[in-house]
């Protein structure tokens, strides 16, 4: 977007009465919530009070069951969850990294003065090592029980040999890489790949001029999931991360999107996809980032998580497969994913 609106001042025009047009209706809807008029469906949709499609029985969803920590130094940036599900790691806008266990919520050890801010975190899958990446993409890693650095300032693409698994990264463009260093990221409205050990480069997607381009892979590098959104539309489309890489293969008369396992839109805004440990479920923030959408893309079902507020969750991490941790300005919250009555 920063280039285009460099390049295209119409852009600039566009972007901002695009904004001003969300803005108005996101007043009328908080209005109509609050009133009561309005009420979110399990599959993320907002519909007037005693519409049909919200079925009997139907439960709104769960409040965040308990908050772990509270009153951080600043913003929760980023959020990962150790493998055992007993610790959790996080970084907040003051330059530093904790540790907390995430039944008690106490504090078990803080690293400070970080040499620059970390909003990008992740754990190892034995649960030994963090590593982090800054804002301007250098990668920096720590041995999990003590904090003490391990790697300071190395490159991005050494994110994912410092994890040993499949992972995202978040940077000036949004990349993900497979266990073996094939990097998978966006440019230019389209989806890439690149093999670093053969420095060969190929489109596999073209999303045809999008707002913004989204990319999360499971940790397992099986998945991956593409999400392009073009105003007002936002569609979510998961592939097996082998038959993606064959694009290039694929004949002219191969629908790129028939190749997806599965595929989900809405009129809403989807940020920060993460995939649950099982790869079973792909959730992101929903909605002026104050709920949690989760999809079970294997089955094709969506529902929603969280509390109504206008404070966004700026972070969140899957707690096993069945719980979320989400960060919401300065506090650390736990989601319980409970299945419901139909």
Not at 126 to 139: E, Q, W, Y
Request: glycine share 8%; with cysteine.
């Amino acid at each position: 977007i920063t280039a285009r609106v460099a390049a295209k001042p119409e852009f600039h025009e566009h972007m901002r009465q695009m904004m001003a047009n969300f803005d108005a209706e996101y007043a009328e809807e908080d209005a109509a919530i609050a009133r009561g008029e309005l009420v979110l469906a399990p599959d993320g949709r907002l519909l007037p009070k005693g519409d049909p499609a919200l079925a009997p029985g139907y439960k709104p969803p769960r409040p965040a069951t308990v908050t772990l920590v509270a009153e951080l130094r600043g913003d929760v940036l980023s959020l990962a969850v150790f493998p055992d599900n007993e610790k959790l790691v996080g970084c907040d806008g003051s330059r530093g990294i904790q540790v907390w266990n995430l039944r008690s919520g106490q504090e078990l050890i803080r690293r400070e003065n970080v040499p620059s801010p970390i909003d990008q975190l992740a754990v190892s899958p034995d649960g030994s090592r963090v590593a982090g990446i800054d804002r301007g993409g250098k990668v920096f890693a720590w041995d999990a029980q003590s904090l003490m650095p391990i790697v300071e300032a190395a490159t991005l693409e050494s994110y994912a040999a410092l994890l040993g698994r499949a992972t995202k990264v978040r940077n000036q463009r949004f990349s993900v890489f497979t266990k073996d260093g094939v990097e998978i990221y966006e440019d230019g409205g389209k989806v890439c790949a690149r093999w670093p050990d053969q420095g060969r480069v190929v489109v596999l997607l073209d999303e045809r001029e999008p707002e913004c381009i989204q990319l999360a892979i499971s940790d397992d590098g099986l998945y991956t999931a593409v999400m392009a959104t073009h105003a007002p539309e936002s569609h979510v489309r998961v592939f097996e991360t082998e038959e993606l890489l064959r694009a290039p293969e694929w004949t002219d008369h191969d629908d790129p999107y028939n190749k997806a396992i599965s595929s989900w839109g809405n009129d809403g805004n989807v940020q920060e996809m993460v995939f649950s440990p099982d790869g079973q479920n792909l959730a992101w923030r929903w909605w002026k980032g104050s709920w949690v959408h989760v999809w079970d893309f294997h089955k094709d079902k969506t529902d929603t998580y969280g509390t109504y507020s206008h404070v966004p969750i700026t972070a969140f991490a899957f707690v096993g497969n069945k719980r979320v941790v989400v960060g919401r300005d300065n506090e650390i919250e736990l989601l319980d994913l409970e299945p419901r009555a139909e």
